[in-house]
C-alpha cells in the first residue's frame, strides 16, 4: 500500500500537476490520521474491557474476602453478647448469691478476649491496581469506609479489651485462680474474696463498657459489609 502511494506521488510530480499532490497529500495526510485514531481507539476498547474483566474478578474476589470476614464478626458479636449478659449478672451481688454455681462460667464469658484480621488481600491488589477501576462511586467509598476507617476502629476496640485482661486481670488471676479454661469457665480460691478484696467488681463495670463499644464497633462493621455486599450484588450481576 506504502509503494502504491509513493508511485502516486511520482506521477503527479513528473507530470507537474501541483494542485492535484497537494490535494492527494492532504488526504494521505487524513488517512494517516484516521488510521492512527482508529489504532488508539481499538486500543482504549481492548484497554476498557481489561479494566472491566479486572473489576469483575477483583470484586469477585473481595466479595468472597468479605463473607470470611462477616463470620467471623458474628462469632465475636455473639459472644461479647454473651459477655455482656455475663457481665450484668456478676457485677449483681444479688444474683452471684442466687446462682453461685454459675459464677465460673460468667467469668469464663467476660474474662477473655477476642482478636480479629480481616482477609484484605484482594483489597490490596485493587488498590494497588488503583480503586478508581471501581467504577461504582458509592461501592469505592463504602469499601474505603470499611478496609480503611471501620476495621481500624473494630480492632483498637478489641484491642482495648484484650489490654484490659493482660493488663488488669493477670496480676489478679495469677495469686486467685485454681482452674481456667480460656471462654469456658473460671474458678478461684474463695470467690466471696475474690469480689470483695480485689478490684473484680470495678474491672466487671470497665470490661462491660469495652465489650459493648467493641459489640458497637462489629456490628457497624457487619452493617458496612452488608452494604458493600448489597452494592457488590448490583454490579456482578449486572455483569461488572
Same mark, same amino acid.
Given at each position: 500500500?506504502?509503494?502504491?502511494?509513493?508511485?502516486?506521488?511520482?506521477?503527479?510530480?513528473?507530470?507537474?500537476?501541483?494542485?492535484?499532490?497537494?490535494?492527494?497529500?492532504? /488526504?494521505?495526510?487524513?488517512?494517516?490520521?484516521?488510521?492512527?485514531?482508529?489504532?488508539?481507539?481499538?486500543?482504549?476498547?481492548?484497554?476498557?474491557?481489561?479494566?472491566?474483566?479486572?473489576?469483575?474478578?477483583?470484586?469477585?474476589?473481595?466479595?468472597?474476602?468479605?463473607?470470611?470476614?462477616?463470620?467471623?464478626?458474628?462469632?465475636?458479636?455473639?459472644?461479647?453478647?454473651?459477655?455482656?449478659?455475663?457481665?450484668?449478672?456478676?457485677?449483681?451481688?444479688?444474683?452471684?448469691?442466687?446462682?453461685?454455681?454459675?459464677?465460673?462460667?460468667?467469668?469464663?464469658?467476660?474474662?477473655?478476649?477476642?482478636?480479629?484480621?480481616?482477609?484484605?488481600?484482594?483489597?490490596?491488589?485493587?488498590?494497588?491496581?488503583?480503586?478508581?477501576?471501581?467504577?461504582?462511586?458509592?461501592?469505592?467509598?463504602?469499601?474505603?469506609?470499611?478496609?480503611?476507617?471501620?476495621?481500624?476502629?473494630?480492632?483498637?476496640?478489641?484491642?482495648?479489651?484484650?489490654?484490659?485482661?493482660?493488663?488488669?486481670?493477670?496480676?489478679?488471676?495469677?495469686?486467685?485462680?485454681?482452674?481456667?479454661?480460656?471462654?469456658?469457665?473460671?474458678?478461684?480460691?474463695?470467690?466471696?474474696?475474690?469480689?470483695?478484696?480485689?478490684?473484680?467488681?470495678?474491672?466487671?463495670?470497665?470490661?462491660?463498657?469495652?465489650? /459493648?463499644?467493641?459489640?458497637?464497633?462489629?456490628?457497624?462493621?457487619?452493617?458496612?459489609?452488608?452494604?458493600?455486599?448489597?452494592?457488590?450484588?448490583?454490579?456482578?450481576?449486572? /455483569?461488572?
Amino acid at each position: 500500500m506504502i509503494k502504491i502511494f509513493r508511485n502516486i506521488r511520482r506521477r503527479l510530480l513528473r507530470e507537474n500537476r501541483f494542485t492535484r499532490y497537494f490535494l492527494y497529500a492532504v /488526504g494521505e495526510i487524513n488517512l494517516v490520521v484516521i488510521g492512527i485514531l482508529i489504532a488508539l481507539q481499538i486500543n482504549n476498547w481492548n484497554e476498557a474491557e481489561k479494566n472491566r474483566d479486572f473489576e469483575r474478578e477483583i470484586l469477585f474476589q473481595i466479595s468472597q474476602n468479605l463473607e470470611q470476614d462477616k463470620l467471623r464478626l458474628e462469632e465475636i458479636r455473639e459472644r461479647y453478647l454473651l459477655a455482656l449478659k455475663s457481665a450484668e449478672l456478676l457485677i449483681s451481688e444479688n444474683q452471684r448469691h442466687q446462682t453461685p454455681d454459675s459464677i465460673p462460667f460468667w467469668l469464663g464469658d467476660v474474662i477473655q478476649f477476642e482478636r480479629f484480621q480481616p482477609i484484605t488481600n484482594s483489597y490490596e491488589a485493587l488498590k494497588s491496581e488503583g480503586l478508581q477501576l471501581v467504577r461504582d462511586k458509592e461501592l469505592r467509598k463504602n469499601l474505603g469506609l470499611y478496609y480503611d476507617d471501620q476495621v481500624n476502629l473494630t480492632i483498637n476496640g478489641l484491642g482495648d479489651v484484650e489490654g484490659a485482661f493482660n493488663l488488669q486481670w493477670l496480676p489478679i488471676l495469677e495469686n486467685q485462680v485454681v482452674d481456667f479454661k480460656f471462654r469456658h469457665y473460671l474458678i478461684v480460691e474463695d470467690f466471696s474474696r475474690f469480689f470483695n478484696e480485689t478490684n473484680a467488681i470495678r474491672l466487671l463495670i470497665l470490661n462491660r463498657d469495652n465489650i /459493648g463499644a467493641s459489640v458497637n464497633h462489629v456490628s457497624e462493621a457487619l452493617e458496612k459489609i452488608e452494604d458493600i455486599q448489597d452494592l457488590m450484588r448490583v454490579n456482578l450481576e449486572a /455483569g461488572g
